[in-house]
Each structure stands twice: as structure tokens, then as C-alpha cells.
């Protein structure tokens, strides 16, 4: 029998929880220390709905994949722990409570926003694309990014240079964070028929394709600091977050190992929780 916790899992915590970081911090880049504390929290609590529901849709429509694959068999739905019906009723139910409730308390733009995410990333990424190309992985960043717009959206309707760029930042990141993931889990993919580039392509290509999207991200970095009111602050942070990046990215295309791609991914996400906290700090300070 299912419990809390099972249902837990399939909202994917640890995974949202930089999502949410992400439209909290576009919030904070739209007002600064002006930011209404509750209306940062009714977006914590609506976020969290929402792309929790959004997770667990994706866990009904991969539960076959995901009982393939070491990695993941073990989630509610393969382990048996909870039922394919139970987990589309949960997920459609969050994410139309969570839609609801941004429109009502926040704004209908950000209810579209959020909206929007949940469909690209189910219908478009997980129905659509996952099994049927690798460029899933890039295409399906649009989803992945879509909070930087729906934080934006909750508390402001203009100057829309700045969250647009939060999101190109996003979007440019996942290609490669995502690689250094299926690079070391490579045969999980393999076994489970997802065409993911490190299954296709040999190591080299997956490594100068990580280096090329790590490399355009660089620049769009630096258009918040022209583009938005951040402090100097952001400008130093970002530019040793960047040399961090690199270093790793080199590091990872000269070792060639799992251990090395299993901390490249990790390291990925310090990187993009920094690179936000440095627009969140560059902006009130």
C-alpha cells in the first residue's frame, strides 16, 4: 500500500527544488528587496505543486523505462508501490491546483506559465521526444526553464529582457549537466532504449558537445549584468563561476572517467545554484 512518502517521491523533491529556486529568484530580480515575502512564499508552495504534479506525470509516462534502468527501478510506480492510475490522478490534480491558485493569488500570466511548463515538459518532452531523439535533452530545456518566466510573471508584466535571459541561461545549461548524468549511467540508457547522445554518438563527440554548450553559456551569463540592476557583485561571482565551469569541463574532456562525469554533474548543479544566488544577491545588495 501506498504511503505519504511514495507519493513524495513521485514529485521528484531533490529535482524541483531548483526549479523553484529559479522562480524565486527571477521574483527577486523583478523587485529586488522590494519582494512581497508572501507572495515569495505562494509561489514556493503553487511551484512546488506544480511541478510536482508535473514529476509525477512523468513518472506514469516512464514507468517503463523506468523499470529497466538500475537507477530508477526502484521509483513508486516500477517497485509496484503505487499504481499508474493513482500516480495520473495525483499529478493532474496538483498541477490543476496549482494552476487555480497561481491565477487567483498571483497572476493568470504566471498560471499560464506554469501551465505551459507542465505541458512541455509531459506532452512535448516525455511523450514525444524522450524515446524518439536524442535532442530530447536540449529541446526538452524549455520546460526546465519555463520558471524563470512564471517568477517573473507573478509579481511584474514588463521589462522582459531579464527573465528571458535568466531562462536562455537555463535553457544553455541542461544540455551538458544532463550529459555528464547519461555519461555515467550510460548502459541504464542503453538497456532501456533511450536514445540519449552518449548511446549514439562516441565519448569524444559527447564531450566537445558539452564543451560547445558550456562555452555559450558563458556570454549569456554576463548580459544580466547588462541587461538587469545587479550590483557589481554578480559581475565578480559569475566570472569565477565561470572559470569554475571551465576548469571542470576541461577536466572532464581530459579524464574521461565515470567518477569524473559523475562529479562534473554534481558540480553542474553547485554552479547553477550559485550563478542564481549571485543574481539574487546581486540584485538586493
Do not use: C
Not at 508535473?54 to 508501490?81: C, F, H, Q, W
Request: charged share 10%; no cysteine.
Amino acid at each position: 500500500m501506498a504511503g505519504v512518502s511514495d507519493y513524495i517521491a513521485l514529485m521528484k523533491v531533490r529535482l524541483i527544488s531548483l526549479l523553484l529556486f529559479v522562480a524565486i529568484v527571477s521574483m527577486v530580480a523583478a523587485k529586488g528587496a522590494e519582494l512581497s515575502p508572501v507572495s515569495a512564499l505562494e509561489m514556493l508552495a503553487f511551484g512546488f505543486l506544480g511541478l510536482g504534479g508535473a514529476a509525477a506525470l512523468n513518472n506514469y509516462v516512464d514507468y517503463d523505462i523506468d523499470e529497466k534502468m538500475s537507477r530508477t527501478r526502484d521509483r513508486p510506480i516500477p517497485s509496484g508501490r503505487v499504481s499508474r492510475r493513482s500516480a495520473l490522478v495525483f499529478g493532474l490534480s496538483l498541477v490543476a491546483v496549482s494552476v487555480a491558485l497561481t491565477a487567483f493569488l498571483l497572476t493568470p500570466l504566471a498560471a499560464l506559465f506554469v501551465a505551459l511548463g507542465a505541458g512541455l515538459y509531459v506532452g512535448f518532452y516525455s511523450v514525444y521526444l524522450k524515446r524518439r531523439t536524442p535532442s530530447a535533452v536540449i529541446w526538452g530545456g524549455l520546460a526546465g526553464s519555463m520558471p524563470a518566466l512564471g517568477g517573473w510573471a507573478a509579481v511584474s508584466y514588463s521589462h522582459w529582457l531579464t527573465p528571458l535571459v535568466i531562462f536562455l541561461i537555463i535553457f544553455l545549461w541542461q544540455p551538458a549537466h544532463f550529459w555528464s548524468l547519461s555519461m555515467y549511467s550510460k548502459e541504464d540508457y542503453e538497456s532501456a532504449g533511450v536514445p540519449v547522445m552518449p548511446v549514439l554518438s562516441s565519448e569524444a563527440q559527447v564531450l566537445r558537445a558539452m564543451i560547445m554548450w558550456n562555452i555559450a553559456l558563458l556570454p549569456a551569463t554576463y548580459l544580466l549584468y547588462f541587461f538587469g540592476s545587479f550590483s557589481s557583485f554578480y559581475l565578480y561571482a559569475v566570472t569565477a563561476l565561470d572559470l569554475a565551469l571551465m576548469a571542470f569541463t576541461y577536466a572532464t574532456y581530459r579524464f574521461r572517467r565515470p567518477s569524473v562525469y559523475r562529479s562534473n554533474f554534481r558540480f553542474s548543479l553547485v554552479y547553477m545554484f550559485m550563478i542564481l544566488l549571485a543574481v539574487a544577491i546581486g540584485r538586493v545588495v
